[in-house]
């Protein structure tokens, strides 16, 4: 090893810069997509998984009536007024392998549990009838205080929100989305590989049928 007068190791430029490139490369890739809110995450993915065939998933429109709009200029339009037409059922669908694919996202900022008044009754209702069906059905849960996401079965959560109904618990633990829940781990390409923990859940369906 070479080293300067002063004891410090001498490295070549060449490496210098390889070595922060690398070092560069993995902060990109576990600090890049802090700041995103997790829909936006869920929908870059999605759009890497419809460019390479992997899966076809898109987010629901939300039906609005519109009541009111303004034209205070001539190209452009204004919405004053308007109402939902009815209420939404989840977030996303669509198919992969021949599997409709049916879930919900939504993102917490508590650090330890996720509050069960974030669904609704027709939500979980509208699980029930996909479940029905044999569809695959879940929720993309974010808790962003720990940059963590977990795919959550449907079935666990429909379990929980009868058990509130009954006098249960009215959320849903963090430790129960890392026992039973499929956590997944930010990449690049796609950047929430949810696909990965899909496989996963088809995996423990497959086993417990």
């Not at 576990?30 to 419809?50: C, K, P």
């Not at 720990?146 to 009868?162: D, G, M, Q």
């Amino acid at each position: 090893m070479i080293k300067y007068p002063n004891g410090q190791a001498f490295e070549p430029v060449a490496q210098l810069k390889h070595e922060q490139f690398v070092k560069a490369k993995q902060q990109k890739v576990v600090f890049g997509h802090r700041g995103m809110a997790l829909e936006d995450e869920i929908n870059s993915s999605n759009e890497y998984y419809r460019n390479h065939d992997t899966a076809v998933v898109y987010k629901k429109p939300t039906p609005v009536q519109i009541v009111h709009v303004d034209y205070p200029k001539r190209a452009k339009a204004v919405i004053k007024e308007a109402y939902f037409r009815q209420p939404s059922t989840t977030d996303y669908n669509g198919v992969y392998q021949g599997r409709y694919l049916d879930f919900e996202a939504k993102e917490t900022k508590n650090k330890r549990s996720f509050p069960l008044k974030n669904f609704h009754q027709h939500q979980i209702d509208h699980f029930k009838r996909c479940l029905k069906q044999q569809g695959i059905c879940f929720v993309l849960v974010k808790f962003v205080a720990w940059e963590r996401v977990f795919l959550y079965p449907a079935t666990k959560l429909i379990t929980a929100w009868e058990a509130q109904q009954q006098g249960g618990a009215k959320s849903i633990q963090l430790t129960e989305f890392e026992h039973h829940g499929y956590e997944i781990k930010y990449a690049i390409h796609p950047i929430l590989p949810y696909i990965q923990a899909v496989e996963q859940l088809l995996d423990y369906l497959k086993e417990s049928n």
